[in-house]
């Protein structure tokens, strides 16, 4: 990280504003942008965020289910405890790591939220392709966990690709949108994918 990127992290207004309000990231304003517009996360709801830490977006989502509601965050590494968020650490690929979770929520979930990322290469195709299998695995674990009317949210650099994943999640929800919050920064080639009312 370079001193021009950490002088210019300093001037981004919203992770200035994430850090007064005591958010781990700012990527926490993408995941209010995008719940406000879709309605992504009622109260009471039980949420699994994958790819979690350091955690921002498993704050939100406790504030957004409230009391009444359960949130797990699920991450290959280590995360820093959050009240009222239980933590899973492992590889959401192996069927021992689900069957973790759903010890937990018995029931199922109501929201599946991912905001994983690649190690970035600088290779935009390759970094573009490691994105969207991240995608696929989020999607085909959301396909074992999420109720019937279930929602999901998946974070995707965008490209040639795109199209094929977004076409596999219309085959699973009845509503799918595409969406670059404001948060986002301009410059990046990131979307999230929205599917709203899982179709067992």
Request: charged content about 30%.
């Amino acid at each position: 990280m370079t001193k021009q990127w950490r002088a210019a992290r300093r001037r981004d207004k919203y992770y200035r504003k994430a850090k007064k309000e005591h958010y781990r990231s700012r990527a926490v304003y993408k995941l209010k942008q995008i719940d406000f517009k879709y309605d992504l996360i009622a109260q009471g709801s039980t949420v699994v965020d994958l790819g979690a830490s350091p955690g921002g977006w498993s704050q939100v989502a406790a504030e957004l289910v409230g009391p009444a509601g359960k949130v797990v965050a699920m991450d290959i590494d280590r995360m820093i405890p959050i009240p009222g968020v239980s933590f899973i650490r492992g590889d959401i690929r192996k069927d021992s790591v689900v069957e973790r979770l759903l010890e937990l929520v018995p029931e199922g979930v109501d929201i599946v939220i991912s905001d994983m990322s690649p190690d970035i290469s600088g290779n935009y195709s390759y970094d573009h392709a490691r994105s969207v299998e991240l995608c696929e695995h989020a999607l085909g674990f959301s396909k074992k966990v999420l109720k019937d009317g279930g929602n999901f949210l998946c974070k995707m650099f965008y490209g040639d690709m795109s199209k094929g994943f977004v076409a596999k999640v219309k085959k699973d929800f009845g509503e799918v949108h595409i969406d670059h919050p404001r948060a986002s920064r301009s410059s990046s080639s990131e979307v999230y994918v929205v599917g709203l009312d899982f179709i067992r």
